[in-house]
């Protein structure tokens, strides 16, 4: 089973950047699927960006797609979720998650995936 910190958060101004991470322990990050969703308050979670396990393939939702972009590191056991060009649309919980799949499929729904982390508070202002 694996655990995942997320990590990265924070204020940041309307136009900025920022780089969440997902530190895997337990299991590699190359045994599963990896995703990123978002939560904004009074809002259902949303999908936002998956890595398949072999890291070959990667999705961005179409309309995040000119902005966001996911990434993995199998050394640190660690994936990334860049955010560049952040609008207070964006302000949200960012959850990490890892599914269980077969050979390269691409989940992009919350039920495929069966661990998640803590989430961390991303808040742009205007």
């Known amino acids: 089973q694996v655990q995942l910190v997320e990590s990265g958060g924070g204020v940041v101004q309307a136009g900025g950047s920022l780089r969440l991470s997902c530190a895997a322990s337990g299991r590699t990050v190359k045994d599963y699927a990896m995703g990123w969703f978002r939560q904004a308050r009074g809002k259902e979670r949303e999908f936002v960006s998956v890595s398949t396990k072999s890291g070959a393939i990667t999705y961005v939702t179409n309309s995040m797609r000119e902005r966001f972009s996911i990434s993995r590191d199998d050394a640190k056991n660690t994936v990334y979720l860049q955010m560049n060009s952040l609008t207070p649309d964006d302000t949200a919980v960012y959850y990490c998650?890892?599914?269980?799949?077969?050979?390269?499929?691409?989940?992009?729904?919350?039920?495929?995936?069966?661990?998640w982390g803590q989430g961390t508070q991303v808040t742009v202002s205007s």
């Open positions: 998650a890892a599914a269980d799949t077969r050979f390269d499929y691409l989940p992009d729904t919350s039920s495929e995936f069966a661990y």
